[in-house]
């Protein structure tokens, strides 16, 4: 199992944020993801619009699986639609 660091983007708007959040942790859970540490990171501004929107809430997961699930995660993902981008990032040991 390697560790990674997920960084996701939500809407501001609390019902979509906490349905993208219990569906992403519901992915996570499916998947037999460890989840290490959760970095509630707060409201930023957007580097550019994503969705119609200009701010989102960032939420900082270090988790612990294997590179094969990065691929299955990735797709389900895509299908979340209260999630505005996330991003996968491999810790070297």
Same mark, same amino acid.
Request: charged share 35%; no cysteine; hydrophobic share 35%.
């Given at each position: 199992?390697?560790?990674?660091?997920?960084?996701?983007? %939500?809407?501001?708007?609390?019902?979509?944020? &906490?349905?993208?959040?219990?569906?992403?942790?519901?992915?996570?859970?499916?998947n037999?993801?460890?989840?290490?540490?959760?970095?509630?990171?707060?409201?930023?501004?957007?580097?550019?619009?994503?969705?119609?929107?200009?701010?989102?809430?960032?939420?900082? %997961?270090?988790?612990?699986?294997d590179?094969?699930?990065?691929?299955?995660?990735?797709?389900?993902?895509?299908? /979340?639609? /209260?999630?505005? &981008?996330?991003?996968f990032?491999?810790?070297?040991?």
């Open positions: 199992m390697r560790q990674y660091e997920l960084t996701v983007i %939500f809407p501001l708007e609390d019902d979509q944020h &906490k349905s993208g959040r219990e569906q992403l942790l519901n992915d996570l859970n499916e037999g993801v460890t989840i290490e540490k959760t970095d509630e990171i707060g409201d930023r501004d957007l580097a550019y619009e994503i969705k119609k929107r200009k701010r989102g809430k960032y939420v900082l %997961f270090t988790i612990k699986t590179p094969e699930k990065i691929v299955v995660l990735d797709r389900s993902f895509k299908l /979340n639609a /209260n999630l505005l &981008k996330y991003l990032v491999n810790i070297e040991e």
